[in-house]
């Protein structure tokens, strides 16, 4: 159905989903504006209250509706997903507040298919979280393979034999009727498993989607309900219109996404290369304006994305596909049936008609199988020997093994890694790691058309790393051995494979350039955080520069706090710095460490809750221990845990008596959770939270950081500052900024240590915006309990 919207205009002000805007919206929305028109991008660093989330919709909405501009859609990408709510909430708000003559702007929330598939958010059939991938493309393929070129049927046919079961069942004279499967509080035409053709699975929901887009392909003609009057249509709506009428909810949201006006979904729905490829490239254009919301966080997120590697269990079954490949046409040669061998089912005549279409030959197919074999028994190797020298009697107890690195070049020095040097000695050159990506591609396609399960094969992952590991250079990537702590009862017993998941990485460490060169495919938009302080340092490291060097306009805004001052009180404590050499062991009470809990004594007498940010697990639980030996009220833990014991921790946080609250800064309790009201009452920062300089990946980006914006490069900051330094001191500011979120919210912001109170050689004060620099004071430890009683004394007086 058409999702085409008439061009309507006037003002942002006809968008804006309140009365009035505050004075930085219209400032920042007039900017957005004024630099998207020039294919530019606006950046803006906004305090929590700011309205950044209204501002950003409003100008991309407003681009959107403008007839005389080109943009038409907005891509709003978050990483939190109460900001991802957020931005519906403030949708929703716009559609309720449009002039009458307005249609409503159209919106889709982008989730993964366990989120939408039928089958898996109801746990039959069995497809469920861990499944629902591989199970979805295998019954594709099986309802696109019968009515494929001269197939055996239509999917009109395969549409009827679903429905027809259900009416089968009636006729059969059963009491009780049919059991249709219900999701979204709505039934489906089909029973909970899935349908079958003669002896072939297939998902009906999919054949109805097929059946419904026409043949001229438009896939918008097989959505089942009008997009144009419904505004924002989240995932549990579009469940419901999909599946009660009796097709796919995934495609659906593939077929709408094109022509929604918003999208809302995450970093990896524009910056991962294997989600655009295959779903959302469409809004991947310079018709759409993108706003990247948390931006503090787009730098490591898309590190993560467009980094690479595979583990060694995986290598192993592509080595194993990679057999069943050849194992045919090696039994036809020996005058053997594959009945012989495990062969699977793959036939010899399968193998080479593919491998004939593919241009792939046979001895490459073994070539890469040798290599593969050859990579394992040198990971084996190098493990072994990595364990021999930092822990020789690691087989008598595999227990004891934790999280490890193994580099495979100097960090600070880079070069050519050691496995390729490897490789090259053994006479793998570089056109056999290339060659592994064609070859893993046709081993799995014959697989899975001589195959009948529902798995997702190794050999194409496989192929694709090997051939990245030679495409890309050695400074702003590293390559190492990761040894993840696991548990394998199978593996031998005095085997690392009982104890590790062994795995080659390969780490983008300066995503830049990548970053860059994605948001250049976008018209233009809006990056926003509430801390992206230092700004030069933020454009460098996202890549912005690089794009004003291309002419793209990038234009900055930074918001302070608009909230009345009195209500709020910050203070830079000058203690001790609480670095790994001054506070010592965990179980040694020195003066470092007895000067941070007295401070967080000081601020925990406030009437209320109070959240403590330490810079990691381990020093949160040593500080928590303290503090339940100190204070005469309930302290509570944050470990390292899954979703549902973070989100009951937060329920006993927020309810009853006052607490305080222990956590990490690098977990989730300190960005992106709402401390609206009276949830909170102060907030207390110890140390700067910069991760493990030790580890050889750190040093690596330390390394690549220096080299591209420090004195080795065009910049002036070292690699440490800007690869460590300031997104630990962006940490910090998260967690204070939970305290103040509105005009009546009151409490307590403190920073405690000696780098954010004074100058000195490795202070943190400048990292701080000016505005923050001005508000957060160096007051003594001695004097900080005066500055708490005086602050709550002052605001019982008014």
């Known amino acids: 159905m058409s999702a085409a919207q008439p061009l309507q205009h006037v003002s942002w002000q006809a968008v804006f ?24 991008f606006l950046v803006v660093e906004g305090a929590c209250g700011t309205g950044k989330t209204m501002l950003a919709l409003t100008a991309g909405i407003d681009r959107v509706r403008d007839p005389e501009s080109d943009y038409e859609r907005v891509l709003v990408l978050t990483s939190v997903k109460q900001q991802l709510r957020q931005f519906e909430a403030d949708l929703e708000t716009i559609n309720a507040n449009l002039p009458d003559e307005w249609s409503p702007v159209s919106g889709l929330t982008l989730v993964g298919k366990a989120d939408v598939c039928p089958y898996s958010r109801e746990g039959v059939a069995g497809v469920d979280d861990e499944t ?3 199970r979805c493309e295998g019954l594709r393929e099986r309802t696109r393979n019968p009515v ?43 029973l909970p498993e899935t349908a079958e053709y003669g002896d072939t699975e297939y998902c009906p929901f999919y054949a109805t989607f097929l059946d419904d887009v026409p043949e001229d392909g438009d896939p918008m003609e097989a959505v089942p309900f009008d997009l144009t009057d419904r505004g924002h249509i989240d995932t549990e709506e579009l469940v419901r219109l999909s599946a009660g009428y009796g097709t796919c909810p995934h495609s659906v949201m593939g077929a709408v996404l094109p022509h929604a006006e918003v999208v809302l979904g995450n970093y990896y729905h524009a910056f991962d290369p294997t989600t655009v490829g295959s779903f959302t490239g469409a809004l991947v254009d310079e018709e759409t304006f993108v706003v990247c919301d948390e931006a503090h966080m787009l730098e490591p997120r898309v590190r993560d994305l467009v980094s690479d590697g595979v583990a060694e269990s995986t290598l192993r079954d592509a080595e194993n596909e990679l057999t069943r490949v050849i194992q045919p046409i090696e039994f036809e040669d ?42 394992r028994s040198e990971i084996d190797r190098r493990v072994n020997a990595h364990l021999d020298r930092t822990l020789p009697d690691w087989r008598a107890d595999l227990t004891r093994l934790d999280d490890d690195e193994i580099p495979l070049r100097d960090p600070e020095d880079p070069g050519v ?20 990506e064609s070859v893993g591609a046709v081993v799995a396609r014959i697989l899975n058309e ?55 990485s390969l780490h983008n460490c300066v995503p830049g350039e990548a970053i860059a060169e994605r948001l250049g495919e976008f018209g233009g938009g809006v990056l926003m955080s509430a801390t992206l302080e230092p700004m030069a340092v ?58 941070h809990v007295d401070a967080v004594c000081e601020i925990a007498r406030s009437p209320g809750n109070v959240l403590v940010g330490m810079p990691n697990y381990a020093e949160a639980a040593w ?94 900051r070292s690699g440490f500052e800007t690869a460590l330094t300031v997104p630990a001191v962006r940490k910090a500011r998260q967690a204070i900024g939970r305290v103040i979120r509105g005009p009546d919210e009151v409490g307590i912001r403190a920073l405690v240590d000696a780098r954010y109170a004074r100058e000195s050689w490795d202070s943190v004060r400048e990292y701080l915006p000016e505005t923050e620099r001005e508000e957060f004071d160096p007051v003594s430890p001695d004097m900080l309990g005066y500055g708490v009683d005086r602050f709550w004394s002052s605001l019982e007086a008014n």
Not at 470 to 484: I, M
Not at 544 to 557: N, Q, S, T, V
Not at 575 to 583: A, C, D, L, Q
Not at 680 to 695: F, Y
């Open 17 to 40: 989903g309140h009365d009035d805007p505050y004075s930085e919206q219209a400032d920042g929305i007039d900017a957005a504006v004024e630099v998207a028109e020039e294919n530019g």
């Open 132 to 134: 629902v991938y591989d």
């Open 148 to 190: 494929g070129d001269g197939g055996e049927t239509s999917t009109g046919t395969l549409v009827s034999e679903a429905r027809q079961t259900q009416t089968g069942l009636l006729d059969s004279g059963s009491t009780q009727g049919p059991e249709y499967l219900s999701t979204a509080g709505e039934p489906t035409p089909y």
């Open 334 to 375: 020996a005058g053997k049936s594959s009945a012989d061998g495990d062969a699977g089912s793959a036939d010899a005549d399968l193998v080479r008609g593919e491998l004939a279409d593919a241009d792939v030959t046979l001895r490459e197919v073994r070539e890469i199988r040798e290599f593969v074999s050859d990579l």
């Open 417 to 436: 890694d050691e496995l390729t040097a490897w490789a090259d000695d053994a006479g793998y050159d570089e056109a056999t790691w290339l060659r592994a």
């Open 450 to 504: 001589a195959e009948d399960d529902d798995v997702r094969r190794a050999a194409p992952a496989v192929g694709r790393t090997l051939a990245n590991w030679v495409r890309t250079d050695h400074v702003a990537y590293f390559r190492e051995l990761e040894l993840e702590r696991t548990w394998d009862e199978t593996a031998r017993q005095n085997s690392w494979r009982r104890a590790y998941n062994a795995r080659i």
């Open 538 to 595: 933020f454009r460098e490291v996202t890549g912005l520069d690089a794009l004003a060097d291309d002419g793209r306009p990038i234009e900055e805004r930074t918001y302070g706090l608009s909230f009345p001052a009195t209500n709020r009180a910050s203070f830079a404590v000058d203690v001790p710095k609480f670095t790994h050499e001054n506070r010592g062991p965990r179980g040694e009470l020195n003066p470092t460490r007895r000067a």
């Open 623 to 716: 500080m928590a221990e303290a503090l339940s030996e100190r204070l005469d009220r309930p302290v509570l833990l944050d470990e390292a845990s899954d979703d549902d014991a973070t989100e009951a921790l937060k329920t006993e946080f927020f309810g009853g008596e006052s607490k305080v609250l222990v956590t990490s800064l690098r977990g989730t309790l300190t960005e992106g959770v709402d401390y609206r009201g009276d949830r909170l009452a102060a907030a207390v920062v110890c140390g700067v939270p910069i991760i493990d300089t030790s580890s050889p990946r750190t040093r690596a980006v330390k390394t690549a950081y220096d080299r591209r914006f420090g004195s080795e490069g065009k910049g002036s």
